[in-house]
């Protein structure tokens, strides 16, 4: 369902993506996880097509993300915290304007319309208008506006950042339910605890770069680790000490360079 394959994204001399590979399928919620930093955000807006990839390539549902653009948009439902809401509109207002720019109307977005504000929980603030929202009504309204498309590939950036507990279990309740339903749903963050309960497999970013993935119990088995931040320090815990050791016999060699 989402086909990532050598993936790279520079800004100018900054490599944000480096070259990662990795498979997520329907009916799984997939962590797309890593410390600030390691690129998440940006191979997620690269795959949303709105950024440009330098390098490597991936697929949405079949659809590449430089040759087909178009089908990818209709397929993925992408959260990032930049998505907008407009503040005169009322929640219901934004939801309708955003499916109508899916192309979607009448009596069917209606429907998905109510149906996302049943499940979202956002009756009580439904008609009224998003500029005086709280954070968390804010992102309920972003999430249904993610998803008034209802796409098969479902990408959440973050998306219990700033949400008090029953809010996030609205939104956890909603990524299982889509699961449930056969949707992919990547969930994206550097909250490694969060993760491990809801995902059936992981990819790990460090630094741009893919350190591991796999199933959650792949990953731990491999790191011989008992949840994953131990398994991602332990990998990138290693990585840190070779590359410390280097730079110590570097050292040594140019001190032993000028003592000739
Ligand atoms: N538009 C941009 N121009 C230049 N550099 C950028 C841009 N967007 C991201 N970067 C850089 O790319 C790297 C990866 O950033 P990214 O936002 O993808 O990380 P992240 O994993 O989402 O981190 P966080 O957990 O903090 O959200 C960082 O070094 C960042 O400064
Ligand atoms: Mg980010």
């Known amino acids: 369902m989402l086909v990532v394959k050598n993936l790279t994204k520079r800004f100018g001399d900054i490599v944000a993506v480096d070259s990662i590979?990795?498979?997520a399928h329907e009916g799984e919620i997939f962590g797309l996880l890593g410390p600030n930093g390691a690129g998440k955000t940006t191979t997620i807006r690269v795959i949303a097509t709105v950024l440009e990839a330098t390098g490597g390539t991936a697929e949405v549902a079949g659809f590449d993300i430089r040759k087909n653009p178009e089908d990818v948009r209709r397929n993925i439902g992408v959260l990032t915290a930049d998505i907008g809401?407009?503040?005169r509109f009322t929640a219901r207002e934004?939801?309708?304007y955003f499916g109508e720019l899916y192309g979607l109307g009448g009596e069917k977005l209606e429907k998905r319309i109510d149906e996302l504000i049943h499940v979202l929980d956002m009756?009580?603030?439904a008609d009224r208008r998003a500029g005086k929202?709280?954070?968390g009504m804010?992102?309920?309204v972003a999430i249904a506006r993610s998803i008034v498309h209802d796409p098969k590939v479902i990408i959440f950036d973050e998306p219990t950042a700033g949400l008090d507990v029953l809010a996030s279990q609205?939104?956890?309740r909603f990524m299982k339910n889509a699961r449930e339903m056969g949707k992919l749903v990547v969930l994206s963050t550097h909250n490694m605890h969060d993760a491990e309960k809801l995902s059936d497999h992981v990819a790990i970013l460090h630094r741009s770069k893919l350190v591991t993935t796999g199933s959650v119990s792949e990953v731990l088995q491999r790191a011989g680790a008992a949840n994953l931040e131990d398994a991602f320090i332990k990998i990138v815990g290693d990585d840190e000490a070779k590359s410390t050791e280097r730079a110590r016999e570097l050292e040594q060699l140019a001190k032993a360079g000028k003592k000739k």
């Open 21 to 23: 590979s990795f498979e």
């Open 85 to 87: 809401l407009y503040d």
């Open 94 to 96: 934004n939801l309708r």
């Open 123 to 125: 009756g009580r603030f």
């Open 133 to 135: 929202f709280s954070t």
């Open 138 to 140: 804010k992102q309920k």
């Open 170 to 172: 609205t939104v956890v």
